[in-house]
Structures are given as C-alpha cells and as structure tokens.
C-alpha cells in the first residue's frame, strides 16, 4: 500500500511539472568594469597592499613607510587622502586591515 502512494505522488509530481515547468533562467551575462579612478600613496609602486572599505573611507596598508592610509571615497571619481598614520610604534609593517563603521 505505502509503494502505491509513493507511486502514486511521483506520477502526480510528474503531471504537474509536465503541466506548468519551472521557469529557466538566462545564464547570467558577464559583468563589465569602469575604472572610476585611482589611487596612489606617492610611496612608490610596491606600497599600497592590503585595502578595505567602510563610510566612503578607503583604508590602504604601506608596507613602504609602515603606515596607514585614510582616502575619502564620497567623491569614487576623485579619491582624496585625509590621513596617513604611522604604524612603526605598534612593530613591523601591517599586513592585513579592516574597515570600521562608526
């Protein structure tokens, strides 16, 4: 009796999927990307490493000079450095960064 129902639900299933199918998606297309802009830490090519971001605010390690850069992202097609903190009293370069929501 139980195979019956069991046979019973897939033969039912089956109907119902040949009667209204499921929808098929388009596969999806391929982003494109914008260069908005850029950013250089003036320290040289090597310098800007690890970046993170959070409140339009672009944090950037400098393995260079052992610091952090604090960029204003509110304007993306003109990025503007608010602060660059040295990180030297705190030991050896950073090698990874978070972004803060404050």
Known sequence: MRLRG???FVAIALLIGA???LPVFAAASVPTFTLLASYTTGLGNLSGETVAFG??????TNSVNNS???VDL???SAP????RIDLSPY???PNS???VAI
Do not use: E, H, K
Request: aromatic share 4%; proline share 4%; hydrophobic share 45%.
């Open 68 to 70: 952090l850069d604090i």
């Open 55 to 60: 409140r339009n605010r672009m944090f950037v």
């Open 6 to 8: 069991l046979t019973m």
């Open 19 to 21: 009667i209204s199918p």
């Open 74 to 76: 509110s304007n993306a």
């Open 97 to 99: 960064v978070a972004g």
């Open 91 to 93: 030991g050896a370069g």
């Open 80 to 83: 503007n450095r608010l602060s």
